[in-house]
């Protein structure tokens, strides 16, 4: 493979990297803020709150 290629991997996340994941979802978010025009909450983070189910419910997958 040319070290130039990404080559991405789909993989389950596991509960102890939850954190991790809000953290990536919270840049994410931030890249798509200019096209829709979500703001901030008082804490300085966007609104994730649909990444939480995944947790607590067996067989859900995005």
Do not use: T, V
């Not at 804490?43 to 067996?58: A, M, Q, S, T």
């Amino acid at each position: 493979m040319d070290s130039n290629q990404c080559s991405p991997e789909l993989m389950r996340i596991k509960l102890q990297d939850k954190a991790i994941l809000k953290n990536i979802y919270q840049l994410y978010l931030h890249d798509l803020s200019p096209y829709n025009q979500e703001d901030l909450d008082h804490n300085g983070l966007y609104e994730e709150g649909f990444l939480d189910p995944f947790w607590e419910k067996e067989g859900l997958f995005i």
